[in-house]
């Protein structure tokens, strides 16, 4: 159940402009990232580099843990995401449940 939400709120900022999927297109963002979502079958160095990403954006670091971001997105190897909008953000990590799974606060350390 709780993953049909996190879709759905994905799916709502995918539509909106607020989502940036990729490693290498989330580093190109200047600011406003609010939320960053992990593929549980990302390498170390991926589990590393958005770590760092989620120090320089200040924001949640979470990995999935029931599915995948490639399967969430529809996006062949995609290992990370961005959530730009900050009500989605808050929607997405309120409904996370067992499916995701908190790796770095950003704004709560």
Same mark, same amino acid.
């Given at each position: 159940?709780?993953?049909?939400?996190i879709y759905s709120y994905v799916g709502f900022a995918r539509r909106a402009g607020?989502? %940036? *999927?990729g490693m290498n297109a989330?580093?190109?963002v200047k600011k406003g990232v609010e939320l960053l979502i992990l593929?549980?079958?990302a390498s170390p160095n991926a589990v590393k580099e958005a770590k760092n990403l989620s120090e320089r954006f200040f924001c949640p670091l979470y990995?999935? %843990? *029931?599915?995948?971001?490639e399967e969430m997105v529809d996006k062949e190897?995609?290992?990370l995401v961005a959530?730009?909008?900050c009500e989605l953000a808050k929607a997405i990590i309120s409904n996370a449940g067992e499916d995701l799974e908190e790796i770095s606060g950003g704004r709560n350390e």
């Open positions: 159940m709780q993953r049909n939400k607020k989502f %940036k *999927a989330i580093k190109t593929c549980k079958s990995m999935t %843990k *029931a599915f995948t971001v190897n995609c290992k959530i730009l909008d």
